[in-house]
């Protein structure tokens, strides 16, 4: 118990990093309470249908990844981090604010496809923020600090979503998401207000890169670089898939509803959490592209067989490699991107938008073409399948000379 506690006593002590999981578990609560019900209030609530969806999707990815992209950018041009990070977690307020006040498909549209999207680079701004901070600890604390970040973020699915089970159960409106999700995303804008470090005062060495756009840009497209990100946005896809895919399958599977989701992702999450503590044991002795391809694929076990076994009591068994993969493909892959640029902190945490813009393009890709031609059992066993072929990939290009 103590081993696994132990990357968070630096955590507890260092103000910046105690801010980063303070966030992190607010923004992971925003992200539980929403983002599994998000395909179901569009489908369901709001009439859209899956190619609309599909669409809305595609805005939204390119959006996320471009504001991602230059707000990380700006971050090691001008060491301006705090005023990005207060500009993000007001956009993510004002964005949950309008579905609510709104309550109509407009609303809806407008708040997921541009404003949502243009406030997700507060997820890369923690991570720059945690890996700058994590700087001043011994380097051998850094990849269990950077884990355990990571896991705070996945926390709160433990939580939140047994809590929406009941709600549901007892007759609660999918739209009740929104009022709480506005709280949690308020309460991240007083608190980055509050407490992120001041820019140009920091205890950490943070100086502007003096690269223009257009260098910082080139730098990020070296094939080196893109090809791996590219390989990485493919597993990221599987997760995007199955958050998109979860809602609706149980909608369609008799004897499942919304409290079957929270119930799904909330076991999943509950699992994740310990594994991915546990990672730093396994981190030392075993290649990080070799665990991704492990994680990689067990995470499309579950995804693959997802829709097969969703009227059975055996789905409930597919949270263990959801679990297990989970942990490898959501944590790792944020220290190998970071790693790919390690002199640009905030260039480094946009690779994770990049990554996961690809995702997204995948998933909604695969989405369409799979519930195009034989519906979301396609759908899933196509997005596991690229899902492994691109961990593969990746686990060859390493494998290789430089």
């Not at 859209?48 to 595609?58: E, H, N, T, W």
């Amino acid at each position: 118990m103590r081993r696994a506690l132990a990357p968070f006593r630096p955590i507890l002590r260092d103000p910046a990093l105690a801010l980063a999981a303070a966030l992190l578990v607010l923004f992971g609560a925003h992200a539980a309470t929403m983002m599994p019900y998000v395909s179901a209030l569009a489908v369901t609530v709001f009439g859209m249908d899956d190619g609309a969806y599909s669409a809305l999707l595609v805005v939204a990815s390119v959006l996320s990844v471009s504001s991602s992209v230059g707000f990380g950018i700006l971050a090691d041009q001008r060491a301006n981090r705090r005023a990005i990070a207060l500009a993000s977690a007001g956009l993510l307020t004002a964005g949950t604010g309008m579905v609510w006040a709104g309550q109509s498909l407009w609303a809806f549209v407008i708040a997921h496809a541009l404003v949502l999207p243009l406030s997700s680079s507060i997820f890369g701004q923690l991570f720059a923020l945690s890996r700058l901070a994590a700087s001043m600890h011994p380097e051998n604390e850094r990849v269990a600090i950077l884990a355990a970040l990571r896991a705070l973020f996945a926390l709160p699915w433990v939580v939140v979503l047994p809590l929406w089970s009941v709600a549901f159960k007892a007759g609660a409106s999918l739209m009740a998401v929104y009022p709480v999700c506005l709280v949690m995303a308020g309460l991240m804008l007083i608190l980055t207000q509050r407490y992120w470090p001041r820019d140009g005062a920091t205890r950490w060495p943070d100086p502007r890169s003096g690269l223009s756009f257009a260098a910082a840009l080139r730098e990020m497209a070296e094939p080196y670089v893109t090809v791996r990100v590219a390989a990485l946005g493919t597993i990221n896809g599987a997760v995007t898939l199955y958050l998109v895919l979860i809602g609706l399958v149980f909608a369609v599977t008799p004897g499942r509803g919304a409290g079957d989701v929270a119930l799904y992702a909330g076991f999943v999450a509950g699992l994740e959490v310990p594994l991915m503590l546990a990672l730093p044991l396994l981190t030392g002795r075993v290649a990080p592209t070799v665990l991704i391809f492990v994680g990689a694929a067990l995470y499309a076990t579950h995804l693959a067989f997802l829709p097969v076994l969703a009227a059975s009591p055996l789905v409930w068994l597919l949270v263990v490699p959801a679990a297990a993969g989970g942990a490898v493909v959501l944590t790792l892959p944020m220290a190998y991107l970071q790693d790919l640029m390690a002199m640009r902190p905030g260039a480094g945490a946009s690779l994770m938008a990049l990554q996961k813009l690809i995702g997204d393009a995948v998933c909604a890709a695969v989405f369409a073409l799979g519930t195009g031609l034989g519906g979301y059992g396609l759908a899933a066993a196509l997005g596991a399948g690229l899902a492994v072929a691109g961990a593969a990939s990746l686990w060859a290009m390493d494998r290789r000379p430089r």
